[in-house]
């Protein structure tokens, strides 16, 4: 398939918004399986396997360097693992397949409530009010991650997107 920002064929990618994601070596596992590439991104220097397959994209500081890396560059056929809801959002527009750490797809059906309840949480926060934090990460979320990943890989592989083997 053609990606629409750059004009060219390009291969399935996954990007990870790498600074406190719980699951990068998940996706190491699926995309060595696939022979896809990753793009761990980070405002800090994080330690990634020394594999042809994976890219340490290193970014400015700054509160949405990371985002804006990976929101300029993803579009139908690629694949975001993130629990930033406004990144998610921009990825879901562009095209790509979004998935958090937990197995929870964003799709265009569920971003609009999950931005309202991001919003929502937010000034709840700001407000005084405690809400709490998220709940621990489990195995179970570990293993629903690794189901939608490969799903979503897989979905993509039959609609025709290639992978970079």
């Not at 990460?137 to 897989?154: E, K």
Request: hydrophobic fraction near 45%.
């Amino acid at each position: 398939m053609t990606h629409p920002a750059t004009g060219r064929t390009a291969p399935i990618a996954l990007y990870i918004d790498a600074d406190a994601c719980p699951v990068k070596e998940e996706v190491y596992k699926v995309a060595w399986r696939h022979a896809i590439r990753v793009h761990v991104v980070a405002n800090q220097p994080l330690a990634v396997p020394a594999h042809p397959l994976v890219e340490r994209v290193v970014v400015p500081a700054g509160p949405d360097a990371a985002d804006d890396f990976i929101a300029s560059r993803v579009a139908r056929g690629d694949v975001v693992v993130t629990t930033d809801v406004p990144l998610a959002a921009r990825c879901v527009k562009a095209g790509a397949d979004v998935i958090a750490p937990s197995g929870k797809p964003f799709t265009h059906d569920s971003i609009g409530m999950a931005l309202a309840t991001r919003n929502l949480m937010e000034d709840l926060r700001s407000a005084g009010a405690v809400t709490g934090g998220p709940k621990p990460f489990s195995a179970r979320d570990r293993s629903a991650f690794l189901s939608a990943l490969d799903l979503a890989v897989v979905r993509l592989k039959r609609a025709g997107f290639q992978t970079g083997s």
